[in-house]
């Protein structure tokens, strides 16, 4: 944690989530009492299908929508995609960008992110831009330098710490139950926070807030946040049960 900066926990529910998951919903609000509130700042990223539903529902429970990817462009005949107003007009206050899901699957470049980074912002939105390596860059030692290569490429210079929030999530603790030590997320997230102190300037990227992501459980959360410039967490299957989320950002109390 960085003791001046109110943390946030999002919850990632990638491809999954129908319309009963508005029930789940609802308990996630319910879990949400007022010691939660004043600690804690939490964010779901459901399925863009269930995005306006859920910012419906949201009014009173103190959580914000966001959402999981956005096109660069802000209209267009881009078939499938989803522009960045369309999803604010939605509902949505913030939006993943450059998940490692994205950057593999989708073969997503620091450019592409970046330029997406550049439409959440034209747009209103949080963008939570994701970096991590991968197992083979971080046997090979490279850690730090792809992460600062990552960083430099997607993160445009003249966001604030209003707009951004960095997610690092190591690519091989993503749905492995694998996570690094809290030394080594310490030694990433101090390499990260001077990065950013580079890129953004010093008091923004001294005030931004940089998530860790990756295999978080209840199990293993609080160790994490206690983990200096670990300043929230990035929740992918955890943050399907409201209990285990709830139980996760409940750290915070
Ligand atoms: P996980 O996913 O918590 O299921 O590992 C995290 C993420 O990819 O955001």
């Known amino acids: 944690m960085t003791p001046s900066i109110r943390p946030l926990i999002v919850g990632n529910w990638k491809m999954n989530g129908l319309t009963a998951s508005l029930n789940e919903f609802n308990a996630f609000g319910a879990g949400n009492d007022a010691a939660l509130r004043r600690a804690v700042d939490l964010i779901i990223c459901p399925p863009a299908t269930l995005l306006s539903a859920l910012a419906h529902s949201a009014p009173g429970k103190g959580i914000s929508i966001g959402a999981q990817d956005c096109h660069m462009k802000d209209s267009g005949a881009h078939t499938g995609d989803l522009s960045?107003?369309?999803?604010?007009?939605?509902?949505?206050?913030?939006?993943?960008?450059?998940?490692?899901?994205?950057?593999?699957?989708?073969?997503?470049?620091?450019?592409?992110?970046?330029?997406?980074?550049?439409?959440?912002?034209?747009?209103?939105?949080?963008?939570?831009?994701?970096?991590?390596?991968?197992?083979?860059?971080?046997?090979?030692?490279?850690?730090?330098?792809?992460?600062?290569?990552?960083l430099k490429g997607s993160v445009p210079e003249t966001m604030t710490a209003r707009d951004l929030v960095i997610?690092?999530?190591?690519?091989?603790?993503?749905?492995?139950?694998?996570?690094?030590?809290?030394?080594?997320?310490?030694?990433?997230?101090?390499?990260?926070?001077?990065?950013?102190?580079?890129?953004?300037?010093?008091?923004?990227?001294?005030?931004?807030?940089?998530?860790?992501?990756?295999?978080?459980?209840?199990?293993?959360?609080?160790e994490l946040l206690a983990v200096p410039n670990v300043d929230g967490l990035l929740v992918g299957g955890a943050s399907l049960k409201a209990e285990d989320f709830l139980t996760i950002a409940g750290f915070y109390r």
Not at 167 to 192: F, M, N, Q, R
Not at 196 to 221: F, H, M
């Open 84 to 150: 960045a107003a369309m999803l604010a007009d939605a509902g949505a206050s913030a939006v993943l960008v450059g998940h490692s899901e994205r950057r593999a699957d989708h073969g997503e470049s620091d450019a592409i992110v970046r330029a997406k980074a550049e439409a959440a912002y034209r747009n209103g939105l949080t963008a939570i831009i994701c970096v991590g390596e991968t197992r083979a860059e971080r046997e090979a030692g490279k850690t730090l330098s792809v992460i600062r290569r990552q």
């Open 167 to 222: 997610g690092y999530e190591p690519v091989w603790a993503i749905g492995t139950g694998l996570t690094p030590t809290a030394k080594d997320v310490e030694e990433v997230h101090a390499s990260i926070r001077a990065e950013l102190k580079k890129i953004i300037g010093k008091e923004e990227g001294a005030r931004t807030r940089i998530l860790y992501g990756g295999s978080v459980k209840p199990t293993n959360a609080k």
